[in-house]
């Protein structure tokens, strides 16, 4: 249990420093001290409007949206409801417009026209940014956006609008501009969580688990967005601290077909396997569930151990570990109480942002049989989540 004690330390010590010296907005000493309720309220008699803002597809997304319905079922803002699975498993479309027509509530309305996905492209994304803002400033008709992914929270952290928004999903909102700190947003109107210990610790558990040389990093590297979804700070960081070195890879992202994003990080993943000993895989647009099988074949035939930093559902579906995240039910449940708050009179920015994943590991068996690895008694008392076979996608994403 050493290495795992020693990652707890860690963490406790990097939360001290941050509770010591950590930056607090003008208002927050005094938002602290006011205990804003959960309960559902209406708009001066209306139900509150939701809309909904992403960059593009992807495989969280849909993931995030599902438990945030759920959690806000959960304290009450919406009835119970089943919600069905969805062919596309990165497309938040379907669900959106699903939770438009179905879901029963006497407070919430998620607005079916008030969607907006950018398939990652710059220019969809800049008409999609401008009719947002029309429809926040001039319409006025939306009372709180879902802010979907780091391209999303940039969209919003600005003085462009006023309209309450919660960051969900972005991969370091600090680095990425969204936030000016783990207190203070910069803004009243925005909220976005923040674990800036999440990628260093990820990354310990990993290097503690496998003391490797040399880790591959698949990304786009000619892009801030790219750079921010990798957190190459944080990989950088890791590598200084344990000595061990990075091996990357460009795979371009933005503005490129899905196929063409597929087709570089598959190409970049069988190149570095034949050069490292362990892999960070990160998002990217071409990372897609049914992708996973090829992009993880030359890494499983080298008993390579691969490390997803977005979620177990990858583990599902075949990279060998990362850290549980129960069906996003944690970090839903924490942005239900934001809305709530919000709703009942908080400014988003005086609300905390920050919001830590549990130390809880997700582990596929199956795979590490594939590539020769006996997670050890330390390894197995920490997993929240064990697959003992590995999931494969049926819908394809193109």
């Known amino acids: 249990m050493k290495n795992l004690m020693e990652v707890n330390l860690y963490r406790w010590v990097f939360w001290v420093f941050i509770i010591l010296f950590a930056p607090c907005s003008p208002d927050c000493a005094a938002a602290d001290k006011q205990d804003f309720p959960l309960n559902p309220v209406l708009n001066q008699g209306?139900?509150?409007r939701i809309a909904y803002y992403e960059g593009g597809p992807y495989t969280?997304?849909?993931d995030n949206l599902k438990a945030l319905a759920i959690a806000l079922s959960d304290i009450g803002w919406l009835n119970r409801f089943s919600i069905p699975d969805f062919?596309?498993?990165s497309d938040t479309t379907h669900m959106w417009q699903w939770l438009c027509r179905n879901i029963k509530s006497d407070y919430i309305q998620f607005v079916s026209d008030?969607?907006?996905s950018g398939n990652w492209n710059e220019n969809l994304r800049k008409h999609n940014r401008s009719a947002a803002l029309k429809r926040m400033n001039k319409t006025k008709d939306i009372d709180l956006m879902l802010a979907m992914g780091t391209w999303a929270g940039q969209d919003f952290a600005n003085n462009e609008h006023a309209v309450p928004t919660v960051v969900i999903s972005a991969s370091n909102p600090i680095n990425s501009g969204i936030a000016r700190s783990i207190n203070d947003s910069g803004?009243?109107?925005i909220n976005a969580r923040v674990d800036p210990a999440r990628y260093q610790l990820q990354l310990k558990i990993f290097y503690n688990a496998f003391h490797f040389k040399k880790l591959g990093l698949v990304y786009d590297m000619e892009t801030s967005a790219g750079k921010s979804y990798a957190s190459i700070d944080d990989v950088k960081k890791s590598a200084a601290e344990h000595g061990y070195e990075i091996i990357t890879c460009h795979a371009p992202s933005a503005n490129t077909s899905m196929r063409e994003a597929k087709d570089a990080i598959n190409k970049c993943y069988t190149e570095i396997a034949a050069k490292v000993d362990a892999v960070y895989i990160t998002a990217h647009r071409g990372m897609t569930l049914d992708n996973l099988p090829v992009l993880l074949a030359p890494l499983n035939a080298k008993g390579i151990p691969t490390f997803s930093q977005q979620n177990s559902e990858e583990v599902r579906y075949g990279v060998l570990m990362s850290i549980s995240q129960a069906c996003f039910k944690y970090v839903a449940r924490y942005h239900?109480?934001?809305i709530a708050k919000i709703f009942n009179g908080a400014k988003a920015r005086d609300l905390p942002q920050l919001f830590e994943d549990p130390l809880r590991i997700a582990l596929n068996l199956k795979t590490a049989a594939i590539i020769g690895y006996n997670p050890p008694m330390e390894i197995l008392d920490v997993t929240d989540e064990i697959f003992e076979e590995i999931q494969?996608?049926?819908a394809k994403t193109e």
């Open 187 to 189: 803004f009243d109107h």
């Open 60 to 62: 969280n997304y849909p």
């Open 87 to 89: 062919s596309g498993r």
């Open 46 to 48: 209306k139900k509150w």
């Open 114 to 116: 008030a969607y907006w």
């Open 336 to 338: 239900a109480e934001t």
């Open 392 to 394: 494969v996608s049926q």
